[in-house]
């Protein structure tokens, strides 16, 4: 079935210094969504993105989805030691099933 | 506005026996959901439950079974425990399982197989 690739798998990154996941899809998606999972939590919605080209804002997290809906982003700009977590891509499929990409674990350095 | 609640937190049990775990979704929510998240990897899609009904399920074996109660609360039952079992089980209820599919998960149970 479909499946979603998200890189990088891990990123260190300076706090303040900007940061970008990315979720692909060799197919094109009808949706996608996009999760935080903190260490140690469970995963807490962030978004939805339905339309082509889509481009989503809140505060510093900046959400895209491609022209052809086959690929997505996440930037965070001046990430903070709160951002720390795993991002998790997912889309919805026409059965109902939610299909997860692998993640994306962020560490910020103070 | 209660969350999704999990019970028990956590759960330890010896290779062959029998888990329940209990997830009790968002009021409202007839959508329920069970993943599985071994440590280190993602979150692989167990069991979809829907208006009473088993609506999918992903590429686990039989002894992975559930069933969801008429109240909407569900129970995801692990037979003949493997010791590659042991994992956060993670429940996620949502209203509109097509339409708008945003999933809101619950806490977790952490199963450890000895």
């Known amino acids: 079935g479909q499946q979603v690739m998200q890189i990088p798998q891990y990123q260190h990154v300076q706090e303040g210094e900007d940061f970008t996941t990315y979720c692909n899809s060799s197919?094109?998606?009808?949706?996608i969504q996009w999760y935080k999972q903190r260490p140690g939590g469970h995963p807490v919605f962030l978004i939805q993105?339905?339309?082509?080209?889509e481009v989503k804002k809140q505060k510093r997290l900046t959400f895209q989805f491609g022209e052809a809906k086959k690929n997505s982003s996440l930037h965070i700009t001046a990430t903070q030691t709160t951002d720390v977590g795993t991002y998790f891509c997912a889309y919805s499929s026409n059965t109902g099933k939610l299909i997860f990409g692998q993640g994306t674990t962020l560490q910020v350095k103070p | 506005e209660a969350g999704v609640t999990q019970s028990p937190t956590h759960l330890i049990k010896t290779r062959g026996q029998q888990a329940t775990l209990r997830c009790s979704p968002i009021?409202?929510?007839?959508?329920v959901y069970w993943y599985q998240q071994a440590l280190g990897l993602g979150l692989q899609f167990l069991l979809w439950y829907d208006e009473g009904e088993e609506r999918n399920r992903g590429n686990f074996p039989p002894r992975f079974s559930g069933r969801q109660f008429p109240n909407y609360s569900s129970e995801l039952n692990v037979n003949a425990l493997e010791l590659e079992d042991s994992a956060l089980y993670l429940c996620?209820?949502?209203?509109?399982?097509?339409?708008?599919?945003?999933?809101?998960f619950g806490p977790g149970t952490r199963l450890t197989v000895t």
């Open positions: 009021s409202g929510h007839t959508s």
């Open positions: 996620a209820s949502s209203l509109d399982p097509i339409q708008w599919n945003e999933q809101y």
């Open positions: 197919t094109t998606l009808s949706n």
């Open positions: 993105l339905v339309k082509s080209g």
